[in-house]
């Protein structure tokens, strides 16, 4: 096992990875921007190394920089949180030929999983559905206009180096392609510094449901259930759910086993997460892999019982997973809700200093955030801020103490998200569990 | 850069201790909570090391490290600061003389020292002309992002 372990991310996850390295007896260091010096992770954790100024490209980006701290500071081993560098497959490779451990998957898991287009190929080959669109990246906009017009509309054009919700454009009509194609090129350029593009057929009131999966270097893998997260804002997830309501057995057990079809096409080593869209028929396709932890990996750990960053970091070390499918047992409901420093009705960030934090408590209640009075949320990062899960014997329980605990909690200085989940908890699309990816971003 | 203890979430870390000392400049500061205590004692001759505190408010020269210099040059020395997070090395190699020594007259765009980050030498160049005051950071030791390497008293 590793003696110490540089935290290359900030916030709430890089005080989640800390608490795992605590519990393992693992030294950490965090590495942090000169916005983030006084935040609540760098003062708890053992070691603590600035490594560039605020913009994150000059810190959290900088892979030189990243490299030298954990050479500096002796780290066997980067966790590399999500975002940032977490699916950065030059990263894991520069660490690989640094001799230092990334906690996570392969380079080249990475890297396949990270072109959207090649990785639904890939799903495809291993058996895995996939929504109808094209094979791999297209070539011009004259191909593109032939695929969607085989398939019919609508459809979605993506950015193959695209995710996080970025880089994507629906197009309903023949008319409409020409323009969104030039839109979304630049996009992604800018963005993912590559205009590559594919296109699928767009699935109209679709849930996203992810799998979650765990598997180590001898091939042994399993899937710890799914996860709902279809309430969405502009491809943002703002609340997560275990198990997905709504779903037959058999639709969970055809996307658990798709999931572990793809993660063992890719001999996938650490955690990471399927994702598919589930249309209302049931009928599900892959969409992509994210190569990482969640921001929502609690909502397993509560329904689980497994800590899935200590299993990263074992994973990581070489050891072996040490049990099998059938010991994965999962009780009751959990939920999560995404407090993020927004304008509940705009979503605009509001970021500012946090005058008062009183995070909500009582039972089956865990709160992950880096929040204390007085910190000063920063600019230049997302705008998470808390992230609030319970659990419950089932999912009535769990909504029923999603409210509790939202209505107790107390942030001011900055505006929050919590308004839009108390409302959102109370509309009965969502507590009947029939609600779909673009309802909710209708209705609420 | 901090290699500290941990401490539960509203006790006094040592750093926050040493930062009231200074602050305040007090020879010793006693501190007892939860059954620790933590003594803070100020040494006059105290030599600061890469785990000294940061100064509280940026720019603060008081807390720096200037004990032996005139007060009225001490504000008016400039910090020269690590541009990256690496290792501090003051000469190219290890049988070679110091790139810059306290004392010595220095040309912007001079080189001051050199810092290896991911085995590559960063050679450090002034951004003044000026005589080098104090040097911050013994050779071979790691600096992060932003600390004072150099105390630079600038001149025309």
Not at chain 1, 223 to 244: I, M, N, T
Request: aromatic content about 4%; proline content about 6%.
């Amino acid at each position: 096992m590793f003696h110490k372990i540089l935290i290359a991310n900030r916030g709430e996850i890089a005080l989640r990875i800390l608490r795992a390295c605590r519990e393992m007896g693992i030294r950490a260091v965090i590495a942090h921007s000169t916005a983030d010096a006084a935040s609540l992770p760098v003062r708890l954790a053992d070691e603590s190394i600035c490594i560039g100024p605020a913009e994150s490209r000059q810190s959290y980006l900088n892979i030189p920089s990243i490299i030298s701290a954990a050479a500096v500071t002796d780290s066997e081993a980067i966790h590399p949180g999500y975002g940032l560098l977490s699916e950065n497959a030059a990263f894991a490779e520069i660490c690989r030929a640094c001799g230092i451990t990334f906690i996570g998957p392969s380079p080249e898991a990475i890297r396949i999983m990270g072109d959207k287009a090649q990785a639904r190929e890939m799903a495809r080959q291993a058996g895995a559905p996939v929504v109808p669109g094209s094979d791999g990246a297209l070539r011009g906009l004259d191909e593109a206009q032939r695929v969607a017009d085989s398939i019919g509309y609508p459809v979605m054009i993506k950015a193959a180096a695209g995710g996080g919700g970025r880089g994507m454009r629906i197009v309903s009509e023949r008319d409409a392609l020409a323009r969104a194609w030039a839109t979304c090129q630049s996009e992604a350029t800018k963005a993912f510094a590559s205009g590559e593009l594919y296109l699928e057929k767009f699935v109209d009131e679709a849930r996203h449901v992810e799998v979650q999966v765990l598997g180590d270097r001898n091939g042994i893998r399993v899937h710890l259930g799914e996860r709902d997260c279809s309430v969405q804002r502009r491809h943002q997830k703002l609340l997560e759910e275990s198990p997905a309501p709504t779903i037959s057995a058999e639709t969970r057990a055809g996307l658990c086993k798709a999931a572990l079809a793809v993660a063992h096409a890719v001999n996938y080593v650490s955690a990471g997460t399927v994702e598919f869209l589930v249309d209302r028929g049931g009928r599900y396709s892959f969409i992509e892999m994210n190569t990482r932890i969640q921001v929502e990996h609690p909502v397993t750990e509560m329904v689980t019982g497994v800590d899935l960053v200590r299993e990263q970091i074992r994973l990581a070390a070489g050891e072996s997973l040490g049990y099998a499918q059938s010991a994965v047992q999962m009780s009751g409901h959990a939920i999560e809700c995404r407090v993020n420093a927004e304008d509940p009705e705009t979503f605009v960030p509001s970021p500012g200093r946090v005058t008062a934090w009183v995070p909500p408590g009582g039972p089956k209640v865990r709160v992950d955030s880096h929040m204390m009075a007085g910190y000063t949320v920063p600019p230049h990062y997302d705008s998470l801020i808390a992230k609030i899960i319970v659990h419950g014997r089932d999912r009535a329980e769990a909504i029923a103490r999603m409210h509790r605990a939202l209505a107790e909690t107390i942030v001011e200085g900055v505006k929050t998200t919590i308004p839009y989940h108390l409302k959102l908890l109370s509309d009965p699309a969502f507590l009947s569990g029939e609600f779909t990816l673009p309802r909710m971003e209708r209705n609420l | 850069m901090r290699g500290g203890s941990g401490k539960g979430s509203g006790a006094w870390t040592p750093r926050e201790l040493v930062e009231l000392a200074v602050q305040h400049d007090l020879a010793e500061l006693e501190v007892e909570q939860g059954g620790t205590r933590i003594r803070v004692v100020r040494e006059r001759s105290a030599q600061a090391g890469e785990r000294a505190p940061r100064a509280a408010a940026p720019g603060a020269a008081g807390a720096l490290p200037t004990e032996g210099l005139e007060p009225a040059l001490e504000a008016s020395l400039v910090k020269v600061e690590a541009p990256m997070v690496g290792t501090f090395y003051r000469a190219p190699g290890p049988d070679t003389a110091p790139f810059v020594s306290e004392g010595d007259l220095i040309k912007e765009g001079q080189v001051l020292c050199i810092i290896e980050a991911m085995k590559l030498m960063n050679e450090i160049e002034s951004k003044l002309t000026g005589r080098v005051a104090k040097v911050l950071v013994e050779n071979g030791q790691p600096v992060e992002f932003g600390q004072p390497l150099f105390l630079v008293e600038p001149r025309r």
